[in-house]
């Protein structure tokens, strides 16, 4: 399906949509419950965008569902971050955009972050290692399970489960400086 469609296939849109959407919409909410209550990107919105924004990539040569998700996560990322850059525009500060990161250990409380801070440091730890960049952003932004990341990723779920905390424990320490605005609205700790 996912072939037939990134060949323009109109029937296989409306097929891939269907057998997605609601995968889609479920990953789209959970990220959404990371942000601030009542901004204005609703889940369904974040589908949409995200979707025409995956039209666009019609000429990738997917590979499976796993791929096609790896994709959607990474674009699901783009959209939130555009979105809070519009916002933090808008208001001049990107405050109301906090979601939650924790130490792996859980010796310390999880604190709220800046949406923004969180994509900064994620291009940072990027720099250093695509890898565990690539791993956060499936699991935090594209709520990919270990056992979707890893085949994404082709290596095993234990590698998955290992560089998930190492790279928490990085975004821990790297964001550990940022100061928490007061008031800064909901977050949620990414699982």
């Known amino acids: 399906m996912l072939a037939a469609w990134a060949q323009g296939d109109r029937e ?35 589908v949409h965008e995200a979707y025409v924004r995956l039209v666009d990539l019609r000429r990738v040569h997917w590979q499976n569902r796993a791929h096609f998700f790896a994709v959607a996560a990474r674009v699901m990322r783009q959209v939130l971050v555009d979105h809070a850059r519009a916002h933090a525009a808008a208001k001049r500060s990107g405050a109301d955009w906090r979601v939650t990161i924790s130490d792996t250990d859980g010796a310390t409380q999880p604190r709220a972050v800046d949406l923004l801070d969180l994509d900064r440091a994620l291009d940072r730890l990027a720099a250093i290692d695509q890898r565990l960049s ?26 998955v ?31």
């Open 12 to 46: 296989a849109d409306d097929r891939l949509m269907r057998a997605i959407y609601d995968d889609l919409r479920a990953v789209a909410r959970r990220r959404l419950r990371a942000e601030r209550p009542g901004h204005s990107l609703a889940p369904t919105a974040l």
């Open 134 to 159: 690539d791993l956060v952003v499936l699991r935090y932004f594209g709520g990919l399970t270990v056992e979707e990341t890893a085949e994404s990723l082709a290596v095993s779920s234990a590698t």
């Open 161 to 191: 489960k290992r560089n998930w905390m190492r790279a928490r424990a990085w975004l821990f320490r790297e964001l550990q400086s940022q100061p928490v605005a007061p008031g800064s609205g909901h977050a949620h700790e990414p699982g």
